[in-house]
């Protein structure tokens, strides 16, 4: 019912920097908090960063100072800026989004708890 695409991705020097979008499809009422997650090839999912529908944000201690969360409330999407990539920011980096939106199943409003198929962030040295 919700949606989720990530875009952005790509091949970059170390030192180099690349912006992640997420946009969120769907009848949707309105987003809580997104996120950020990546996943490196051998390692568990892990968090970059979140921000609130306030604007709050929370950083992995890794990426602090090189990325900078945001969003876009009236257009649904959110974006990761990130700055002085390293190769050990190469992953697969996935959108996540606490959703209210229609859900025809059941002819309501519904909360959604949404994941993008990913896109992959490749940096080399």
């Known amino acids: 019912q919700v949606q989720l695409v990530e875009s952005g991705g790509g091949l970059v020097q170390a030192g180099g920097s690349l912006r992640l979008s997420c946009t969120a499809r769907?009848?949707?009422?309105?987003?809580?908090?997104m996120g950020w997650y990546r996943q490196a090839p051998g390692k568990q999912r892990e968090l970059v960063a979140t921000?609130?529908?306030?604007?709050?944000?929370n950083y992995a201690d890794s990426v602090k100072g090189r990325f900078t969360i945001s969003r876009d409330n009236a257009m649904f999407m959110g974006y990761l800026q990130m700055n002085s990539l390293k190769p050990e920011d190469t992953a697969i980096y996935y959108c996540?989004?606490?959703?209210?939106?229609?859900?025809?199943?059941?002819?309501?409003?519904?909360?959604?708890?949404?994941w993008g198929q990913g896109t992959q962030v490749t940096v080399s040295s």
């Open positions: 996540n989004a606490d959703t209210q939106a229609y859900d025809s199943r059941w002819n309501r409003r519904t909360n959604f708890d949404s």
């Open positions: 921000i609130t529908s306030g604007g709050s944000t």
């Open positions: 769907g009848i949707i009422f309105s987003i809580n908090a």
